[in-house]
C-alpha cells in the first residue's frame, strides 16, 4: 500500500517514520513535508489547503490511504472531499471537526453532554465582553483626598464602580482646589494617586481568574491565561477589536480558569469502540520552570505518572464516551484521533479543550512507544472495525526536547543552518523528528543539500530509555549534539518526575 501524510511539522515526520516501519507499506508520501521527511520518506510540493491537488495526486499515484496531521484542513473539508471522491482517509468529517474548528460550538456539546468544563460566556462584541470583565467582583475601598465634592468613601463592589469613582474624584471639574487625590484600599493596603491614569490601572490590576479565547483556529495562539482585569482586556482587544487572528475572532469566550495539574489523553475511535492510547504531557511554556509566554509544546514525555488506569477509566468514562455519543446524536459521527485537554482539579478531571488530530509534541514520545502496526490501527478506524484492534506498547518511557529558533513564540529568524543531525540520529533509540525545516542547496557544487530553520518549532529530539531518567539523558545528549546557531530548548523537561505508583 502507498501512504500519503498531510502536513509538515513534528507530528507529521513522526506519522511518516511510524508508516513506514510497516511491512504493509511500500511506499510513503508528504505533502508538503519537511527536510526530515525528505530524507526519510518522498515529500511532494501540495500545501494542504489544496483539496484538490491533494486528491488528484491520491488518485494519480494510487494512494491506499490518506492520513491528516493539523487541523485546518480537516475543518476545511478536506475528508468530505477525499469521500466524495472515493478515496480513502483518516480523519474526521468537517461537521464533526467542529468540535476543534469552533471553541464555542465544543463548549456548548459539553454542556448538553454533562462533560465536566469550565463555566464560560460566549460574546460577539467587544463591548459585552468587557462589561463582563469590568462586572467582576473586586471589593475595593476608594475614598478621596483634600478637596472634593465627592464624598469620602466608595465601597466598589465591581471593577467598573471603581472605575466610574476614580474618575469622578479626579475629574477637575469635581474638585474644589488642588492636591485633590484618590486613595485606593484592597485587602486592607492603602495607595492614594493623583492621576487618573494610574489610578484606573491600579484598579485593572486587581487579580482575575479568567481565561479569554477566540471562537475559531488561531494556530493555537488564541487562548490567553488571564492573572488580572487587564489582561484579559488586552486579551478581547487583540481578538476582537485589532483582529489578529482575522475570522477566529468573530465570537469569543470568556472562561472561569480552572486550578489543578494540565494532562492530555489521546484516543482512536471509529465513532463506536475508542482505544486511548498510551498517556503523555506536555511542556506549553517557553522558558524553564513553565515562565515565558504559551507555545504549540516545548517537550513532551510518555507515560505520565499523572494519568493513572483509574484516571484513565474515568476519562473515558466521563468524557471519551459522552462526547462520542453526543457527536453522533447530532449526526457527525466522528473518526479519528480525539484529543482531550485536560485539567485535573480537586472536583476530578475538566476538559480544557478538544482537538481533532494528533497532538504535537505528544504524538512523537506516543508513536516512540507504539509497537503495534500504526497501518492497520488507522485503517481500522477508517472501516469502523475498531473493537478487533489491540495496541501494544514498548514499556520504556520516552521523552522529546523541542529545539526552538531564538525569539519564538515572537519573532524569530529562519535559513539557520543546521549541522551534526545525522550524529545525533545514530544515537541509540534516538530519533531526531524535524517541524521547521527545509533543505537548501549547498553552495559547493557538488555537496548535499544543507538542513535549515523553517519554523518557529524546529527539531522535535526524541529518545527511549530504561526509565524516565535514562530516556531524558539521552534526549538531552543528543540534543548537545546538534549544532544549531540561535537554537533554544527548555532543560527541565521532564525532570524531577516521580514514577508511576507500582513501578
Known sequence: MKVLVIGKGGREHALCWKLKQSPRVTAVYCAPG??????????????????????????????????????????????????????????????????????????????????????????????????????????????????????????????????????????????????????IEDRGARKAYSSIAEAREAVLSCPVGLVVKADGLAAGKGVYVCGNLRQALDAIDQIMVRRIYGQAGDRLLIEERLDGRETSVLALTDGRTIIPLASSQDYKRALDGDEGPNTGGMGAFSPTPMVTPELMEEVEREILVPIVHALKRARRPFRGVLYAGLMLTNQGPKVLEFNVRFGDPETQVILMRLKSDLLDALEAVVDERLDSTELEWDPRPSVTVVMAAEGYPGHYERNRVIQNLAAADAMKDVKVFHAGTKLRPDPEPGRDPRVVSDGGRVLNVTALGDDLEAARDRAYKAVAAIRFPGGIYRRDVAEGIAPPAGS
Open 34 to 183: 519537511n527536510a526530515g521527511t525528505a530524507l526519510d520518506v518522498q515529500n511532494v510540493a501540495i500545501e494542504p489547503h489544496d483539496l484538490r491537488g491533494l486528491a488528484q495526486f491520491a488518485r494519480r499515484e494510487g494512494i491506499g490511504l490518506t492520513v491528516v496531521g493539523p487541523e485546518e484542513p480537516l475543518t476545511k473539508g478536506l475528508v468530505d472531499f477525499f469521500q466524495k471522491e472515493g478515496l480513502r482517509i483518516f480523519g474526521p468529517r468537517r461537521d464533526a471537526a467542529e468540535l476543534e474548528g469552533s471553541k464555542v460550538f465544543s463548549k456548548d456539546l459539553m454542556r448538553q453532554a454533562g462533560i465536566p468544563t469550565a463555566d464560560y460566556r460566549v460574546f460577539r462584541g467587544a463591548p459585552d465582553a468587557e462589561h463582563y470583565v469590568l462586572s467582576r467582583e473586586v471589593a475595593l475601598v476608594i475614598r478621596s483626598r483634600g478637596r472634593s465634592t465627592i464624598r469620602n468613601t466608595i465601597h466598589c463592589r465591581t471593577a467598573a464602580e471603581a472605575l466610574d469613582a476614580v474618575d469622578r474624584i479626579l475629574d477637575p471639574r469635581e474638585m474644589m482646589g488642588p492636591g485633590v487625590q484618590v486613595e
